[in-house]
């Protein structure tokens, strides 16, 4: 059977992700689902299902802080695909096909295990492992595209790719929610593995470069195109620390570490009003998520990424930033509309689409400030300074919960997307890669 799938993909004659405007849509589409899947487990139905079953505001602080921590630390797989690949079957094709199989082998395995809601120490030990093959998932990922995709493709593309992550948290969030409480955690993981084979192996399917190999034991060769190769450490740490230092790279720094706490607050006071303040039920709350994440994914793919690229990433950005905070800080000004599921339903979809808008045009400043010829270490560091902001979020929930209640929580996080959109009026209209001077 391996020597007839070998067979078939050395003869396919789909062309190569460097070539093709269309399939370089779709297959970042399919892969941001495939990252998706994971994501919705371990971001929200995992800790959703803890907080179902009686635990602590702490263990799920914990549990979130487990699934953030892997993705705060992007950088060091950035580093080793920056500086090791095998190159037969492109530059970040072999560290992407990899992580694959060690989240669909790591649900597998979740499943024989089978813990109970009570053996925290696991369900966390879970949850940090499916976030570290994710996460090096991600940066395989966003350095394919950053490489490989022309910038005036950067808004539509991103729209696309965020377009398919949202749809797989979506599916990841309200499917494994509804197994969870219906069928268990061995069900639940099953099923995931199961859905996430079949974007990952469409993946696998498609060379980054034409007359590479699709997979080690197929037929290829280097890419004569493939120009751009790290020579050391030092070079690719030193080119990283000189695009992070510029001017324009701080400041999106500063916009995705406080959009970074405001994302992890949201998403976590979310999940406690609705099942703690409304009495929803877990699997109640992922399906409206879902839902609500789904018609905002379908917004990004339509509109989104054509905004971005109409508009600029800048303007975007500073006014959906803006347009965020009263949206979201509106529901605080009477506790007396909390008892009322519609208005929470209207308020939740409402706020989704500036708060993914942002999100999307961040995704593109920082793809434009990246340094291409250490994009994996680079990007990574970008969005590791995102996911320092959820760990960030996770040590303070606790105590906006004693201080304030939810007014505190979802006050704190219509404030911070508020100053986010506030700094990037430092950012210029059109920031550009850096590039290493090689003379």
């Given at each position: 059977?391996?020597?007839?799938?070998?067979h078939?993909?050395?003869?396919?004659?789909?062309?190569?992700?460097?070539?093709?405007?269309?399939?370089?849509?779709?297959?970042?589409?399919?892969?941001?689902?495939?990252?998706?899947?994971?994501?919705?487990?371990?971001?929200?139905?995992?800790?959703?299902?803890?907080?179902?079953?009686?635990?602590?505001?702490?263990?799920?602080?914990?549990?979130?802080?487990?699934?953030?921590?892997?993705?705060?630390?992007?950088?060091?797989?950035?580093?080793?695909?920056d500086?090791?690949s095998?190159?037969?079957?492109?530059?970040?094709?072999?560290?992407l096909?990899?992580?694959?199989?060690?989240?669909?082998?790591?649900?597998?395995?979740?499943?024989?295990?089978?813990?109970?809601?009570?053996?925290?120490?696991?369900?966390?030990?879970?949850?940090?492992?499916?976030s570290?093959?994710?996460?090096?998932?991600?940066?395989?990922?966003?350095?394919?595209?950053?490489?490989?995709?022309?910038?005036?493709?950067?808004g539509?593309?991103?729209?696309?790719?965020?377009?398919?992550?949202?749809?797989?948290?979506?599916?990841?969030?309200?499917l494994?929610?509804?197994l969870?409480?219906?069928?268990?955690?061995?069900?639940?993981?099953?099923?995931?593995?199961?859905?996430?084979?079949?974007?990952?192996?469409?993946?696998?399917?498609?060379?980054?470069?034409?007359?590479?190999?699709?997979?080690?034991w197929?037929?290829?060769?280097?890419?004569?195109d493939?120009?751009?190769?790290?020579?050391?450490?030092?070079?690719?740490?030193?080119?990283?620390?000189?695009?992070l230092?510029?001017?324009?790279?701080?400041?999106?720094?500063?916009?995705?570490?406080?959009?970074?706490?405001?994302?992890?607050?949201s998403?976590?006071?979310?999940?406690?009003?609705?099942?703690?303040?409304?009495g929803w039920?877990?699997?109640?709350?992922?399906?409206?998520?879902?839902?609500?994440?789904?018609?905002?994914?379908?917004?990004?793919?339509?509109?989104?990424?054509?905004?971005?690229?109409?508009?600029?990433?800048?303007?975007?950005s500073?006014?959906?930033?803006?347009?965020?905070?009263?949206?979201?800080?509106?529901?605080l000004?009477?506790t007396?509309?909390?008892?009322?599921?519609?208005?929470?339903?209207?308020?939740?979809?409402?706020?989704?689409?500036?708060?993914?808008?942002?999100?999307?045009?961040?995704?593109?400043?920082?793809?434009?400030?990246?340094?291409?010829?250490?994009?994996?270490?680079?990007?990574?560091?970008?969005?590791a300074?995102?996911?320092?902001?959820?760990?960030?979020?996770?040590?303070?929930?606790?105590?906006?919960?004693?201080?304030?209640?939810?007014?505190?929580?979802?006050?704190?996080?219509?404030?911070?997307?508020f100053?986010?959109?506030?700094?990037?009026?430092?950012?210029?209209?059109?920031?550009?890669?850096l590039?290493?001077?090689r003379?």
């Amino acid at each position: 059977m391996k020597k007839v799938a070998a067979h078939w993909l050395e003869r396919s004659s789909l062309p190569a992700f460097a070539d093709h405007p269309k399939l370089r849509l779709l297959l970042g589409t399919l892969l941001y689902l495939a990252q998706g899947f994971p994501q919705g487990i371990f971001f929200f139905a995992l800790p959703a299902w803890l907080i179902a079953n009686e635990q602590s505001t702490e263990v799920v602080a914990m549990a979130v802080a487990a699934a953030s921590l892997p993705w705060s630390f992007k950088f060091l797989a950035g580093l080793f695909m920056d500086r090791f690949s095998w190159l037969p079957m492109g530059r970040r094709r072999p560290w992407l096909v990899g992580s694959q199989t060690g989240i669909f082998a790591m649900l597998i395995l979740v499943a024989v295990l089978d813990p109970l809601p009570s053996q925290t120490t696991m369900i966390i030990a879970i949850i940090l492992s499916l976030s570290i093959l994710t996460a090096v998932q991600d940066v395989a990922l966003d350095a394919l595209v950053v490489d490989l995709t022309p910038d005036e493709e950067m808004g539509r593309m991103n729209g696309f790719m965020f377009g398919g992550k949202v749809f797989g948290i979506a599916i990841g969030m309200a499917l494994t929610s509804y197994l969870l409480e219906h069928y268990g955690l061995a069900t639940a993981m099953i099923g995931m593995a199961a859905f996430f084979i079949i974007p990952a192996g469409i993946g696998a399917s498609i060379r980054e470069r034409q007359g590479e190999k699709l997979l080690p034991w197929t037929r290829g060769r280097r890419s004569p195109d493939l120009v751009i190769e790290a020579e050391n450490w030092v070079t690719i740490l030193a080119t990283t620390l000189r695009n992070l230092l510029k001017p324009q790279s701080l400041v999106v720094v500063a916009v995705l570490l406080t959009y970074g706490i405001h994302q992890s607050l949201s998403d976590t006071s979310n999940s406690l009003f609705a099942i703690r303040q409304l009495g929803w039920t877990q699997s109640e709350f992922a399906n409206f998520a879902a839902i609500s994440n789904v018609v905002a994914g379908i917004f990004c793919i339509m509109f989104g990424g054509w905004a971005v690229d109409r508009f600029g990433a800048k303007r975007i950005s500073f006014w959906s930033g803006l347009v965020a905070a009263p949206a979201m800080g509106w529901y605080l000004i009477d506790t007396t509309l909390w008892n009322d599921d519609q208005l929470f339903i209207l308020w939740y979809a409402f706020k989704n689409i500036p708060y993914y808008l942002f999100y999307l045009a961040n995704l593109v400043l920082a793809m434009r400030v990246t340094a291409q010829e250490v994009a994996a270490t680079s990007f990574a560091v970008f969005m590791a300074v995102s996911t320092i902001g959820f760990t960030i979020a996770s040590a303070i929930l606790p105590f906006l919960e004693d201080f304030g209640g939810y007014q505190a929580m979802f006050g704190a996080s219509a404030a911070l997307i508020f100053v986010a959109g506030l700094f990037t009026l430092l950012l210029k209209a059109h920031p550009t890669k850096l590039s290493v001077d090689r003379s």
